[in-house]
């Protein structure tokens, strides 16, 4: 509760900044719910993750207690990095200290908040679900790929929390 409280915080202390009637770079962008990707292509990695998280949402039903959300950051922590090319992943760390727990990490790579956003309210992946805790890590990718300045990122932020 207390890493929401500061997320919060942050992103209403950077929101006083924004210049009085003039919209902040990228605060539509990032606060406009937007799908990653087509669910009807079925050749699509973003489908091809998305389908794999519905049939673990189902499959867990009601019993998740950690739910992970963001973009790559939070994606790579289910990859072995040995597995990969780029070596990226924390699979061994992931499954250190938080194996014990029933997770569901929607994280992908790529998504931004407004990604995010879509994956919460509209996705209804999330609709029968009641994790004890959550774990947001999104916004690099705003910022990242120039789409979005601080103040529109913790905009975007304010609303995932």
């Known amino acids: ?8 915080t942050l992103a209403a202390a950077l929101m006083t900044f924004a210049a009085v009637g003039e919209e902040p770079f990228g605060m539509t962008a990032s606060t406009t719910v937007k799908a990653r990707g087509n669910i009807n292509n079925p050749k699509s990695n973003w489908t091809v993750r998305w389908q794999i998280k519905a049939k673990q949402t189902a499959d867990l039903k009601n019993d998740i207690q950690i739910l992970f959300v963001g973009d790559s950051i939070t994606h790579f922590w289910e990859r072995d990095a ?30 931004r908040t407004e990604h ?14 009641k994790p004890g805790l959550a774990v947001v890590m999104i916004g690099t990718n705003n910022i990242g790929h ?8 913790a905009a975007g932020i304010k609303l995932v929390v």
């Open 146 to 153: 120039k789409k979005a300045g601080p103040v529109a990122t």
């Open 82 to 111: 040995k597995s990969n090319s780029r070596g990226l992943g924390g699979s061994v760390t992931y499954k250190k200290y938080f194996g014990n727990y029933r997770m569901l990490n929607i994280g992908y790579s790529g998504d």
């Open 1 to 8: 509760m207390k890493t929401v409280t500061l997320f919060c």
């Open 116 to 129: 995010t956003l879509w994956m919460v309210n509209e996705s209804k992946l999330l609709d029968n679900i």
